[in-house]
């Protein structure tokens, strides 16, 4: 089951000063469903909005060219001033991957947003890092230079004609800037001195863009052609300098993590926290400006229990918690990773994972058709997944299993994630029937209505389908885990087999939920490959588990 797909936007006006204009630029891009808008940013003095939303790939690119048709009939550029560079109404529009989503993703995103802007709205639109379409053009500040200004003439150069739209100069709109990019994370690490410059200190050895040579005499070396002579710093991905931080007394090392993919965020905690000590300071802790994605947080969470010799399959909360307290992220202010981490505030509310056992069991005995056996399948699924992730855990560290700790490590980690997805199919699958029941409400009282309510129906039926397709699968492969988790502890090994009945039964059930939502769907070759498809999960389901049971009950002797 794949992870949910997130893709963060953060689209830049040209007006920071007339409210009416902020204001329907933000009502364009909420109206998008799928979509959560989590912060609106003006400037007076740059006369500029910073909006920041995320949602699915496609409501992204819909709150995106939405906004951009908003901005052009309320923007006029001809009359716009301000402080920050920029050449165009809608200036520029990164898409930038937070889950689910690769860098290609997120180019393709970018492509096909410029391509609808150009279209709809009749205005020039370039491409810009990932998703540049040469290398000259990877740089916006390259791309922008001359600004809005010097656009008209800019235009009529071959070298400059856009990637998508009219090569002429559009006086009340300018051109526009598209494109994707790595997530930017603001760190701050705290140091236990008002020292700036001892900070700035660890931060020149810090960052990738190092500090300047410098010869016995102290003087700044230059190469042959008059430039300074650099030497880098120890992090790649990382802009930082030193400053102090009146409110809370003390100097801090201010960090720009450009790319945590390739450098990880604990790796930066510890590297900062290492030149500190050459300087006979301490770190006290750090803090994590504006929004940050869950992956570098669940990463060093991981690092942090491996460091301690234990399995870094353990649960979601319990390794942000341990990241945040081996980070010290409380140290200024509430870390709360509700508020804090991009993943918690874009998810759909889950009402029925976030009910109390007792709750749920009786929601499902109501008269009420949903949650139903798709929920319960799904939640079958990750009971069993968890199961195999607590033998390894229990595996982990316990004298005569050494030669099998890291595989049951590894094993862990895929099971927590295969747990949450399953958790949260429980509330898909009950959302999947609703939207078939709402379908059925829509009037059908004309031809049109008739032809609009079918395709809605036959929509819904196929999310109807596919949603415990993906469960039935998931639940295949919590049973792959079961039997991993069959070379674990064997005091656990029952527990091994409740994991491989309970996946079954997830996959089976998941598989009878198909095959019922296929007689309403009219779409032959669909349903064929459909059955298909389940008649080859229900066999491997079965066969995996009687192999499950039977490593399992060999164990006992």
């Known amino acids: 089951m794949s992870e949910r797909k997130i893709v963060e936007c953060v689209p830049n006006f040209s007006e920071g000063r007339d409210r009416s204009i902020i204001d329907a630029i933000s009502k364009s891009i909420a109206s998008v469903q799928g979509v959560s808008l989590l912060d609106v940013d003006p400037g007076a003095d740059t006369n500029r909005t910073v909006y920041t939303f995320v949602g699915d790939p496609d409501s992204v690119i819909e709150a995106a060219v939405r906004s951009a048709a ?3 009939s309320l923007i006029d550029m001809s009359k716009h001033s301000g402080a920050h ?3 165009g109404a809608l200036d520029v529009c990164p898409f930038v991957p937070v889950s689910g989503v690769t860098m290609a993703d997120c180019v393709a995103l970018a492509k096909r947003a410029a391509e609808r802007m150009a279209a709809e709205l009749s205005v020039p639109v370039y491409l810009y890092e990932y998703a540049a379409s040469r290398p000259e053009r990877r740089s916006l500040a390259d791309i922008r230079s001359g600004e809005y200004e010097a656009l008209a003439e800019k235009l009529a150069k071959p070298e400059w004609l856009p990637d998508y739209g ?5 006086p009340g709109w300018g051109a526009t800037v598209v494109g994707a990019r790595d997530f930017l994370i603001a760190y701050n690490v705290n140091l236990n001195t008002r020292d700036r410059k001892l900070a700035n200190e660890v931060a020149l050895n810090v960052r990738e863009g190092g500090r300047a040579a410098r010869d016995a005499s102290g003087a700044i070396v230059k190469g042959a052609d008059g430039e300074k002579v650099m030497l880098p710093g120890r992090l790649k991905n990382v802009r930082a300098i030193g400053w102090y931080i009146d409110s809370y007394r003390k100097a801090q090392v201010s960090i720009n993590l450009t790319n945590y993919k390739e450098t990880s965020l604990h790796v930066v905690y510890e590297t900062v926290k290492e030149e500190a000590e050459k ?7 750090s803090e994590l400006v504006g929004l940050v994605p869950l992956e570098p947080l669940v990463e060093a969470g991981r690092y942090y229990l491996g460091r301690m010799g234990k399995s870094a399959g353990a649960p979601e909360p319990e390794l942000l918690e341990l990241a945040a307290a081996t980070m010290g992220l409380d140290s200024v202010a509430p870390f709360d990773p509700a508020k804090k981490v991009i993943d918690y505030v874009a998810r759909p509310a889950s009402p029925l994972v976030g009910m109390r056992v007792d709750a749920f069991v009786d929601e499902v005995s109501s008269e009420s058709p949903a949650p139903g056996g798709g929920s319960v399948a799904a939640l079958a699924g990750s009971m069993a997944a968890a199961l195999s992730a607590m033998v390894a855990n229990l595996t982990v560290g316990k004298k005569g299993y050494e030669g099998v700790w890291a595989p049951m490590s590894d094993m862990a980690v895929r099971a927590q994630s295969v747990k949450s997805a399953l958790a949260r199919a429980v509330d898909e699958d009950t959302n999947a029937f609703n939207a078939v029941m709402d379908a059925m409400k829509l009037p059908k009282a004309t031809p049109a209505e008739k032809a609009e309510r079918d395709a809605a129906l036959q929509a819904g039926y196929k999310s109807a389908v596919e949603v415990p397709l993906a469960t039935a699968l998931a639940c295949v492969e919590a049973l792959g885990l079961a039997m991993e988790a069959v070379a674990g502890n064997r005091n656990s090994a029952s527990d091994a087999g409740v994991a491989a009945l309970m996946a079954r039964a997830g996959a089976q059930g998941a598989a009878l939920n198909v095959l019922i939502n296929l007689g309403s769907i009219s779409d032959a070759k669909y349903v064929a490959d459909m ?10 389901a079965d066969e995996l588990c009687a ?11």
């Open 547 to 557: 192999r499950a049971l039977a490593a399992v009950e060999a164990t006992f002797g």
């Open 70 to 72: 908003t901005a052009r």
């Open 166 to 170: 009219p090569a002429s100069f559009v």
């Open 531 to 540: 059955k298909s498809s389940v008649a080859s999960i229900r066999a491997e």
């Open 279 to 285: 300087l006979g300071l301490s770190v006290c802790g």
């Open 85 to 87: 560079p920029r050449m």
